[in-house]
Nanobody
Framework: QVQLVESGGGLVQPGGSLRLSCTAS????????MGWFRQAPGKEREWVGA?????????HYRGSVEGRFTISRDNAKNTVTLQMNRLNPEDTALYYC??????????????????WGQGIQVTVSS
């Protein structure tokens, strides 16, 4: 049984940082494209970024977070992290970890992922 569990969310002031972790069981993160998505209140879920499976091993980010967010993978711990810096209120959302084995053209789409975490709240507010 595959499980993805996010942790590390919470409340942070604008300009601050948070680090989200996604711990996987039942799959090996290095063999999957691991993605992060988020959903703000009243909005559709959107792709944040992804790291492709080992072999491809490339990192991709949506434009609004590039340079502020960094994805990393710890194969020994079977986890993927999302380091978020210079947060602003527009980053407030429920953040999801996802795993898939789709082709590169699908990594920005929800349909490119088979497994999902339950989501964790990130709130950026003063």
């Amino acid at each position: 049984q595959v499980q993805l569990v996010e942790s590390g969310g919470g409340l942070v002031q604008p300009g601050g940082s948070l680090r989200l972790s996604c711990t996987a069981s039942g799959l090996t993160v290095s063999q999957y494209t691991m993605g992060w998505f988020r959903q703000a209140p009243g909005k559709e879920r959107e792709w944040v970024g992804a790291v492709r499976r080992l072999g491809a091993n490339t990192y991709h980010y949506r434009g609004s977070v590039e340079g502020r967010f960094t994805i990393s993978r710890d194969n020994a711990k079977n986890t993927v992290t999302l380091q978020m810096n210079r947060l602003n209120p527009e980053d407030t959302a429920l953040y999801y970890c996802a795993a898939g084995q789709s082709i590169v053209s699908m990594i920005r789409s929800e349909s490119g992922y088979k497994y999902w975490g339950q989501g964790i709240q990130v709130t950026v507010s003063s």
